[in-house]
């Protein structure tokens, strides 16, 4: 079973910074793509940022410029780097894979429980 682990979450003034990581279980053949979702109260869950394997990324307008991810692909791992962070940005962040499992050809998503993220006016 695939497991997602995020971590970095916690409350910040607006104009700080967070890092957020998610590591990911050792048992995966194959990773398509690693991500960030968030979702505020009230609000459906929105994609933040994307990284696919071969190092392509895409980004929400309402985050780029301001939040980074990157990936370890030996570590299986993604990070989002968030500066000039926002009320707005508050939510709760939830990593997303792609994966195909090892010793599996089926191609499954996964995610996270969630890290909450909080930023103060």
């Known amino acids: 079973q695939v497991q997602l682990v995020e971590s970095g979450g916690g409350l910040v003034q607006a104009g700080g910074s967070l890092r957020l990581s998610c590591a990911a279980s050792a048992n995966i053949f194959s990773m398509n793509f690693m991500g960030w979702y968030r979702q505020a109260p009230g609000k459906q869950r929105e994609l933040v940022a994307r990284i696919t394997s071969g190092g392509f990324t895409n980004y929400a307008d309402s985050v780029r410029g301001r939040f980074t991810i990157s990936s370890d692909n030996a570590k299986n791992t993604v990070y989002l780097q968030m500066n000039s962070l926002k009320p707005e940005d508050t939510a709760v962040y939830y990593c997303?894979?792609?994966?195909?499992?090892?010793?599996?050809?089926?191609?499954?998503?996964?995610w996270g429980q969630g890290t909450p993220v909080t930023v103060s006016s």
């Open positions: 997303n894979a792609g994966v195909v499992p090892t010793g599996s050809n089926r191609y499954l998503e996964v």
